[in-house]
């Protein structure tokens, strides 16, 4: 999809590039990101956007979004999780709280409460795209004229020794003892998971990052045990719908596995050549569904602050800065061989309003 005018008026993520708010810790038994907000009464995605909203509420409702999209992959798994052990050991039934909030949807809804949203508000889960389609589902909104603005975002907590092991069992998940433990592009299994939350606004009035183009995929993932690389021919295939022309950078997917590292920057050398890339993960771990946020974020803070992450060098692409910083490529991938992709750039034109929010 190449949207007429949607462009990003607000963006904000934590772990962000400005402070990443977490620190890595061994809390699942293996290294992991884990964000600052301490335990509540509060499920913890709900605990991650409680946090977030009082930081950032007041900007937020100054946009006045008419719909929603929220991303999960996991949605609220430490809570179902402590609720399945409660009552496996005491056999009593769990609160009568935690159906309703180990739902999807009530990620979407919470935060709609939160933001005075009385519009549409959904949850969308699709692994680790997730993120990436509450974008591309609030740019249908605007491009089809159904809103002017709309919110969208991602929280993912998937912080507990089961899940950590049940990455483990796929053989990706890293052995490191010592920071960095997650070395994307270095041909290891460095992979770590992470807690991560962010939201933005899209809007059809001119903004300071436009959307060029975003577009989603599947495609069957190389044949492998761990059915977790996408092909490369597939993953071509979604980037040259983005156009031809190379954009000065690529924010890459790339969580540390060695097979889905590998067909990502093969896929994106075919298409624009020894483009400038990077992968956030060293400093991020993999959020899940909310990485693609995360990235995004992460992106458009780059194309305005001209500020290269610092990251360990990747043995399989180039990871200088670019010469330029108008526009960039960001990249998604997730379990069973979905893909998705968005092309950002500045907006030259861009005459930001008298106490304006700065969108990255």
């Known amino acids: 999809m190449k949207p007429r005018a949607v462009g990003i008026a607000w963006l904000r993520s934590w772990p962000?590039?400005?402070?990443?708010?977490?620190?890595?810790?061994?809390?699942?038994?293996?290294?992991?990101?884990?964000?600052?907000?301490?335990?509540?009464d509060l499920?913890?995605?709900?605990t991650l956007l409680e946090a977030f909203l009082e930081e950032y509420l007041h900007e937020l409702r100054s946009y006045a979004p008419q719909a929603l999209c929220m991303g999960t992959a996991r949605g609220e798994l430490v809570g179902l999780l402590h609720g399945y052990e409660f009552w496996a050991r005491t056999g009593q039934s769990p609160p009568p709280t935690l159906s309703t909030?180990?739902?999807?949807?009530?990620?979407?809804?919470?935060?709609?409460?939160?933001?005075?949203?009385?519009?549409?508000?959904?949850?969308?889960?699709?692994?680790?795209?997730?993120?990436?389609?509450?974008?591309?589902?609030a740019a249908?909104?605007?491009?089809?004229?159904?809103?002017?603005?709309?919110?969208?975002?991602?929280?993912?907590?998937?912080?507990?020794?089961?899940?950590?092991?049940a990455m483990n069992a796929l053989r990706i998940y890293t052995r490191r003892q010592s920071y960095p433990y997650?070395?994307?592009?270095?041909?290891?299994?460095?992979?770590?998971?992470?807690?991560?939350?962010?939201?933005g606004i899209l809007t059809n009035e001119p903004a300071p990052i436009q959307i060029s183009a975003i577009q989603?995929?599947?495609?069957?993932?190389?044949?492998?045990?761990?059915?977790?690389?996408?092909?490369?021919?597939?993953?071509?295939?979604?980037?040259?719908?983005?156009?031809?022309?190379?954009?000065?950078?690529?924010?890459?997917?790339?969580?540390?596995?060695?097979?889905?590292?590998?067909?990502e920057i093969q896929a994106v050398q075919k298409v624009w050549g020894e483009v400038p890339a990077v992968s956030i993960k060293a400093l991020t771990g993999h959020s899940l569904g909310a990485a693609p946020i995360v990235s995004l974020n992460w992106a458009c803070h780059m194309l305005v602050s001209q500020q290269w992450p610092q990251v360990p060098p990747p043995a399989l692409w180039m990871s200088s800065p670019p010469?330029?910083?108008?526009?960039?490529?960001?990249?998604?991938?997730?379990?069973?061989?979905?893909?998705?992709?968005?092309?950002?750039?500045?907006?030259?034109d861009y005459v930001p309003p008298r106490a304006s929010p700065n969108p990255a």
């Not at 997650?182 to 939201?199: C, K, L, Q």
């Not at 010469?323 to 991938?333: D, P, S």
């Open 16 to 40: 962000g590039p400005e402070a990443l708010q977490g620190e890595w810790s061994q809390a699942v038994g293996k290294p992991a990101f884990r964000l600052s907000p301490e335990a509540s």
């Open 43 to 46: 499920p913890r995605t709900q």
């Open 101 to 137: 909030a180990t739902s999807l949807g009530s990620l979407a809804t919470y935060t709609a409460r939160k933001l005075h949203l009385s519009g549409p508000a959904w949850t969308v889960s699709q692994t680790c795209i997730s993120g990436m389609v509450a974008l591309y589902t």
């Open 140 to 165: 249908l909104l605007i491009e089809g004229g159904v809103v002017e603005r709309a919110a969208f975002g991602a929280v993912e907590a998937p912080l507990h020794p089961f899940y950590a092991e």
């Open 182 to 199: 997650v070395s994307p592009g270095s041909g290891e299994n460095t992979f770590a998971i992470a807690e991560a939350v962010g939201i």
């Open 216 to 263: 989603l995929g599947t495609a069957y993932p190389t044949e492998l045990p761990s059915y977790t690389a996408v092909s490369v021919e597939a993953l071509e295939r979604l980037l040259r719908t983005l156009g031809e022309k190379s954009p000065d950078f690529v924010l890459l997917h790339a969580p540390g596995t060695r097979q889905g590292d590998t067909a």
């Open 323 to 348: 010469q330029q910083w108008e526009n960039a490529v960001v990249i998604a991938l997730g379990f069973g061989g979905v893909m998705s992709a968005v092309r950002i750039q500045k907006n030259p």
